[in-house]
């Protein structure tokens, strides 16, 4: 059976005044991401934690086939492994309708992409849309990758099920 193994380091565990939360808090960067995407408005992924986060995997971390709970990700490389750790996606699946996703987990990867992520690549992405995976990491060098999250919808947050499995915990809730 596969299992996703990796460690993360969550929005609110990042320095206030470090360059990840400096980038993802400009108004320069949400603009340019959306007039990238050419939409008229675009918005900071609502959940506390993975709004911005870096995902460290070691030898041996993969994360299995998944959809992203928000529509866009900016992922910046900071540091690739030895071998593997590649970044597999069949872009836009989900449109393609539940026979090409059976396909895509039995095996057949007809439409899938190496997605060439070298340390300093930034990709911009639609992981709602589009499945993918990290391959198993290989070597004692730790693939490190900064992940930017936006969503078309004010407010868009992941489900607490997704948080205590990404994050191991839930945010303070506060009193109405
Ligand atoms: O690390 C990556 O390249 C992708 C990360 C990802 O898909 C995720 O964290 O959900």
């Given at each position: 059976m596969l299992y996703d193994?990796?460690?993360?380091?969550?929005?609110?565990?990042?320095p206030t005044a470090g360059?990840?939360?400096?980038?993802?808090?400009?108004?320069?960067m949400l603009h340019f991401i959306r007039r990238c995407l050419g939409l008229a408005e675009l918005f900071h992924y609502g959940d506390p934690f993975g709004a911005l986060n870096v995902s460290i995997m070691r030898d041996g971390d993969m994360l299995d086939w998944h959809f992203d709970m928000t529509d866009f990700v900016v992922s910046i490389a900071l540091q690739s492994a030895e071998h593997g750790g590649d970044f597999e996606n069949a872009p836009m699946v989900r449109a393609a309708g539940e026979e090409a996703i059976s396909a895509?987990?039995?095996?057949?990867?007809?439409?899938?992409?190496?997605?060439?992520?070298?340390?300093?690549?930034?990709?911009?992405?639609?992981?709602?849309?589009?499945?993918?995976?990290?391959?198993?990491?290989?070597?004692?060098?730790?693939?490190?990758?900064?992940?930017?999250a936006y969503d078309t919808k004010a407010g868009t947050d992941s489900t607490d099920e997704l948080k205590l499995s990404r994050y191991g915990r839930l945010?303070?809730?506060r009193e109405a």
């Open positions: 193994s990796l460690e993360v380091l969550a929005y609110d565990q990042l360059a990840l939360r400096t980038l993802y808090e400009s108004s320069e895509l987990l039995a095996g057949d990867h007809t439409r899938v992409r190496i997605e060439p992520m070298k340390a300093g690549t930034l990709m911009l992405f639609n992981g709602r849309q589009s499945m993918h995976r990290v391959s198993p990491i290989v070597g004692t060098t730790p693939r490190y990758m900064a992940l930017l945010p303070e809730r």
